[in-house]
């Protein structure tokens, strides 16, 4: 197994380099995915998230209202450090597991962790690939794709690390700020250099 860490700061298409791995063969493990697993009502994470920010966090159908939640974390450095704190520990037990299952296995496997450079990650993985963009790019990404308004995305974004840290970690940095074409040639040539490492791991 080659265990492959990818990050990103909000907008500049992690998700989209994550799901061009998946379809050239990984297995991708998404952070996001078991957050949103993790915080379904009834669970431990969903009964100490609303017992520290509380009902107001809650929406109309029961579920975790997480666009409310996250206005409240990105403009409070301890209300989002509380978040991290009920969240965390269980989404990397949560992965923990999920790698141990695969460990055997002669595969490329993907964490998809848009936190990575927050926890200061990297540790026990073989490479981290870094998907970077222009910071007006990214903004209008989101207000595009998500509805958000401009000045809460950059105020997310102020509350991310920044692109200096998470490059700090990288093997492999992506650059999106290109056509779709010129992403496709990035991810395909890391593909091949994934697939080069892992067949010389083996």
């Known amino acids: 197994m080659l265990l492959v860490g990818l ?7 992690k998700s989209t380099v994550a799901r061009l791995l998946a379809e050239r063969g990984a297995v991708v493990i998404d952070a996001d995915t078991i957050v ?15 017992d520290r920010f509380g009902a107001h966090v809650v929406a109309t159908d029961g579920t975790l209202d ?8 990105f403009r409070n450095d301890d209300a989002r450090s509380a978040l991290n704190a009920i969240v965390h520990p269980a989404v990397y037990a949560v992965m923990s597991e999920r790698i141990a299952a695969l460990k055997d296995d002669d595969r490329i496997v993907v964490l998809d962790i848009p936190l990575l450079a927050e926890a200061g990650g990297g ?7 870094v998907v970077e963009a222009d910071e007006d790019a990214r903004v209008a990404r989101v207000v595009s794709e998500r509805g958000i308004e401009a000045e809460d995305v950059r105020a997310r974004m102020a509350a991310q ?10 093997d492999v940095v992506i650059r999106n700020n290109g056509t779709t074409a010129d992403l496709l040639a990035q991810v395909d040539d890391l593909w091949e250099q994934l697939r080069a490492r892992l067949g010389a791991s083996a």
């Open 36 to 50: 949103r697993e993790l915080q379904q009502p009834g669970t431990d994470v969903f009964r100490a998230i609303v």
């Open 161 to 170: 690390a920044s692109s200096e840290q998470r490059e700090a970690l990288a």
């Open 7 to 13: 990050t990103g700061g909000i907008g500049a298409g």
């Open 66 to 73: 997480r666009e409310r939640l996250a206005d409240i974390v």
């Open 123 to 129: 540790s026990g993985m073989d490479a981290v690939v």
